[in-house]
């Protein structure tokens, strides 16, 4: 079955620093991946999509790249700042998917950026 | 528009009473998505739905969990029995395309 990797553990960082964060995942081949912020009390909330014929996407501050070879995901973000502090998920698309939209989420890695 | 509307936003309800929640999507997505979320097993897919009909229900639980769309503007999730292993945040999110929009979560204990 699909399975999804992010560290559980917090990875707390100094302000300004790169945050990278990592998704991995096995018997599986995703169309498409995507990252989404959760914040305590809240819904989570899209980022950034990645197609598996993409390697990298950028969105302001944030960095995703995408490596098939390795089933991995990288998730950067540079100057990072305290209100970057949430909790990162990395979604699939499901198996059998099509065209609705079903994502397979990970655990998600929670970040702390101390001032 | 307003987003993804839930309510209610907090139940508290005792072992063995109904509980139904409810959702709105935004206004022109097709695909609306229920999940569930715990700290022990994170956010999981319990239901999904394409123009108001069911795709994938393999993500339910139990036979107690039943989920509705009669229409593109109002879908429910109703546990009946509810048991004390149900307490859990339950987000609705609905999509145009790829990425989904969450609503904020109903916090569900059951007693």
């Known amino acids: 079955s699909q399975k999804i990797e992010q560290n559980s553990e917090a990875l707390n960082i100094q302000e300004g620093k790169t945050a990278t964060l990592t998704c991995n995942y096995t018997?599986?081949?995703?169309?498409?991946l995507q990252w989404y912020r959760q914040d305590p009390g809240r819904g989570p909330v899209f980022l950034l999509l990645?197609?598996?014929?993409?390697k990298e996407k950028r969105k302001e501050r944030l960095k995703v790249t995408f490596d098939t070879t390795l089933k991995q995901s990288l998730f950067h973000i540079t100057a990072s700042q305290p209100a970057d502090s949430a909790t990162y998920l990395c979604?699939?698309?499901?198996?059998?998917?099509?065209?609705?939209?079903?994502?397979?989420f990970g655990q998600g890695t929670t970040l702390q950026v101390k001032p | 528009d307003a987003g993804v509307i839930q309510s209610p936003r907090h139940e508290v309800t005792e072992m063995g009473q109904e509980v139904t929640l409810r959702c709105k999507p935004i206004?022109?997505?097709?695909?609306l998505f229920w999940y569930r979320q715990t700290m022990m097993r994170g956010l999981e897919l319990l239901i999904y739905?394409?123009?108001?009909?069911?795709?994938?229900d393999s993500g339910m639980p139990e036979d107690r969990f039943s989920a509705k769309m009669p229409n593109a503007s109002f879908s429910t999730l109703k546990i009946q029995p509810s048991e004390p292993r149900d307490s859990a945040v339950y987000f609705c999110?609905?999509?145009?395309?790829?990425?989904?929009?969450f609503g904020p979560g109903t916090r569900l204990t059951v007693l």
């Open positions: 979604a699939l698309d499901g198996v059998g998917s099509g065209n609705t939209g079903k994502l397979i």
């Open positions: 018997n599986y081949s995703p169309a498409y």
């Open positions: 999110a609905t999509s145009e395309r790829s990425e989904q929009f």
């Open positions: 990645i197609r598996e014929n993409e």
């Open positions: 206004s022109g997505h097709n695909s």
């Open positions: 739905f394409n123009n108001n009909v069911p795709i994938d």
